[in-house]
C-alpha cells in the first residue's frame, strides 16, 4: 500500500511562490518516478514536473523556467518549487509516482493566484 499526502498548497498573489511538499510511505521503491500533476477547473489533468531517482527532470512547458522539482529518496519526499505564479497557475496538484509514470496519486492540494 503507498500513500501520497500532499501540502504547501494555498492562496498567494500573482508573482508570489509557493513550496508544494508530497510525503509517500509504503512500499515505494526509490527507483520510482515521482511528480506532480494538475488539474483547473473544466480543464484536463497535465504534467506539470517529473523527476527520476538519478534526478532527471522533466516540465511542462507551461511552468518551464518558473517551477523546479527536486526529491528527497531517504525522505521518501518530493518537492515543487514555484515562482512567479500567475492566475493560469490555480489548479490542483497532485502527486503521484510509479515505476515509469503515474501509478499512485496522493489526493491533492489546491493552489489559487488571485490579487
Known amino acids: 500500500q503507498v500513500q501520497l499526502v500532499e501540502s504547501g498548497g494555498g492562496l498567494v498573489q500573482p508573482g508570489g511562490s509557493l513550496r508544494l511538499s508530497c510525503a509517500a510511505s509504503?512500499?515505494?521503491?526509490?527507483?520510482?518516478?515521482m511528480g506532480w500533476y494538475r488539474q483547473a477547473p473544466g480543464k484536463q489533468r497535465e504534467l506539470v514536473a517529473s523527476?527520476?531517482?538519478?534526478?532527471?527532470?522533466n516540465y511542462g512547458d507551461s511552468v518551464k523556467g518558473r517551477f523546479t522539482i527536486s526529491r528527497d529518496n531517504a525522505k521518501k519526499m518530493v518537492y515543487l518549487q514555484m515562482n512567479s505564479l500567475n492566475p493560469e497557475d490555480t489548479a490542483m496538484y497532485y502527486c503521484?509516482?510509479?515505476?515509469?509514470?503515474?501509478?499512485?496519486w496522493g489526493q491533492g492540494t489546491q493552489v489559487t493566484v488571485s490579487s
Open positions: 523527476i527520476t531517482k538519478s534526478g532527471s527532470t
Open positions: 503521484f509516482t510509479g515505476a515509469s509514470g503515474p501509478k499512485y
Open positions: 509504503g512500499s515505494i521503491f526509490s527507483s520510482y518516478v
